[in-house]
């Protein structure tokens, strides 16, 4: 049974359901469920399915032939007779075609081609055959469905999407996959008979993110920290080389793209285009430019413009959760530990970590957060703000401003605990001192709620009536 993705399956439902032909583009981080998506809303109604070699591959590199043979592979064990291999992708395709029409009973055809950007090989001319193959073929069968599915979010965003040749405005949907929210890995885990408190779902999802493909290799009877080792840190463990596998499947020059995740790793409110040119000593210009709009289409980085600066400051941060993980604690660290996440449960590295990976999961599910608050209907803008400090007057750091269209500013507070916070007298004083810093950067009309974002909650005390408003990690997990 396919967890969420409610409105995903309805829209390919109500476009089987169309009477014209239809092209569907599906795409989304890899290992985030597409194929998974497609295979299950059309379980026994597939006509015809493919899927491109991976061009991840140490051993040879992927060319066309390869591409070639395997699509021919697949028109044989869809029925065609057999014949000899096409030699250029427009053959193929004139396979396919031929194929299509030999099997039409008057049912609807889906034709179902997993991860096209990676048949796209050099001097192929793949996209030129693709195009001639739909506009000559494809939108004249009513009967037609055509699913495309890729991970190279920016090929296809590129090649399909803004297509600006033969493929302009051919696609009839469109469709970006998202992770898991928590809500739903909540649901995954009790589907496959996990049992796992909030608490280690919200740290969970710190490591994981929500990708489907990551969660399903949890297992039954093992505590949160014993999968994170399984996983991670014992020997032979799965996800080990996860990292290095997924940008190699996904861009030609990998590691150009995890230099540039690297070095936002290291900082978590993130770097200008310009900041990261100087730390990798490359230009600032066009190439680099094209390589954070493909991270950013990928969804392993985010951009924003800071609180008080200019809408022409865009800044860059890492905002993939896997990623966050992998280069904090794998990444040439050469852990020798098979159970070190066991027994480092409540070492200050951890729980530095936590804290800083919760404020990024609370800014993923701000939605939820404004739905708690109330304001879910009131347009806004997120982002963290660091003030300088200088020899007068010291510096703040506020972990997100929820600037809100009704002239407030919700300044949020984030406590990844095991039990209710209490603040004490230095943490009031502390938020005392970054209101007043923030009002002076607001207009008079501007008023300032002050909101804890937290795990279990608030203890009431002496120092608790600091927060006017609090929510609490239940909400992050509500429908």
Known sequence: MIIGRKQEIEELENLYQSDKAEFVAIYGRRRVGKTFLVKETFQGRLTFYHTGLSPYDKEHRITMRDQLETFYSSLMHYGMEESSCPKSWMEAFAMLGNLLDSMDDGRRQVVFIDELPWMDTARSKFLMALEHFWNSWGAWRDRVMLIVCGSATSWMLDNLINSKGGLYDRLTW????????????????????????????????????????????????????????????????????????????????????????????????????????????????????????????????????????????????????????????????????????LHNQNTPRLNTWRGLAFEQLCFSHVAKIKKALGIEGVASAESAWIVRGDEEKAGAQMDMLIDRADRVVNMCEMKFLSKAFEPSARDEQTIRERVATLQEHLSFKHSIHTTLVTTVGLKPGMHSGIFQQVVTMEALFAK
């Open 174 to 341: 469109q469709m970006k996959l998202a992770p898991f929210t928590l809500g739903e890995c909540k649901e995954f885990f009790e589907q496959k008979g996990i049992a796992m408190s909030l608490y280690d779902l919200t740290e969970c999802y710190m490591v994981m993110g929500g990708i489907p493909y990551y969660l399903n290799y949890f297992r039954q009877g093992k505590s949160l920290a014993q999968n994170i080792d399984m996983l991670f840190f014992s020997r032979n463990a799965r996800l080990a080389s996860e990292f290095q596998r997924l940008f190699g499947s996904l861009f030609t020059n990998p590691d150009d793209y995890m230099a540039i995740v690297r070095l936002l790793a290291r900082r978590h409110t993130g770097y200008t285009r310009d900041d990261i040119a100087k730390n990798l000593s490359v230009s600032s210009g066009g190439s680099l430019s094209k390589m954070l709009e493909a991270l950013a289409a990928s969804d392993f980085i985010t951009t924003y413009h800071p609180f008080g600066k200019s809408r022409k400051e865009v800044w860059y941060k890492l905002t993939d959760f896997f990623c966050q993980f992998y280069l904090r604690f794998i990444d040439n660290q050469q852990v020798t530990d098979d159970a070190f996440w």
